[in-house]
């Protein structure tokens, strides 16, 4: 199959388990929801490439944003750049970081996306609230960061991908 068309396809693919990790399998609470979206956003960064899950990002994350309510729409335009560069830190820093660590790409592109919705809370509500929302976007990604460890790993043991990315 072409390159180009396998990525594009893959690609689509990841976007849409990652929109449906983000708006069906979740946790709900009562100033939000825990998703496992951005695990998916950084395996497809290592296992595509890291524009490609950047993408994955912006598409899955955006759509559960727009489709989850009036509540979450607001985010939507927030999501599309936190998630692309989520993926693009993600996918970067495991390929630049020594291969003993480079898993903890993984944890710094999950952390930024903490980082950055506590920016967006207090830019779109208030400065009180950021806290607890970044300790529960923080516990997120910490999540995402952990299944995408897993799912990387069954993809090399499967020979879904190769052992070095």
């Not at 955006?62 to 993600?90: H, M, N, Q, R, W």
């Not at 660590?101 to 208030?126: E, Q, R, S």
């Not at 976007?137 to 910490?142: R, S, T, V, Y």
Request: aromatic share 14%; proline share 3%; glycine share 10%.
């Amino acid at each position: 199959m072409n390159k180009i068309i396998q990525k594009m396809t893959l690609t689509g693919l990841l976007a849409a388990v990652t929109f449906l990790a983000t708006f069906y399998i979740r946790i709900d609470l009562s100033i939000g929801y825990l998703n496992l979206g951005d695990a998916f956003i950084i395996f497809a960064a290592v296992f595509i490439d890291p524009i490609s899950g950047g993408i994955v990002g912006l598409i899955g994350g955006t759509l559960a944003d727009l489709l989850g309510g009036s509540s979450y729409a607001v985010y939507a335009p927030f999501t599309a750049v936190i998630k692309f560069a989520e993926g693009l830190i993600a996918g970067y820093l495991f390929r630049l970081l020594p291969k003993k660590i480079n898993f903890f790409a993984f944890y710094i592109a999950g952390i930024t996306m903490a980082l950055l919705y506590g920016l967006t809370n207090w830019l779109l509500w208030t400065w009180q609230g950021v806290p607890l929302y970044f300790l529960l976007d923080a516990l997120q990604g910490i999540l995402g960061a952990s299944v995408a460890i897993i799912l990387l790993e069954v993809a090399r043991r499967t020979h879904l991908m190769r052992a070095d990315p």
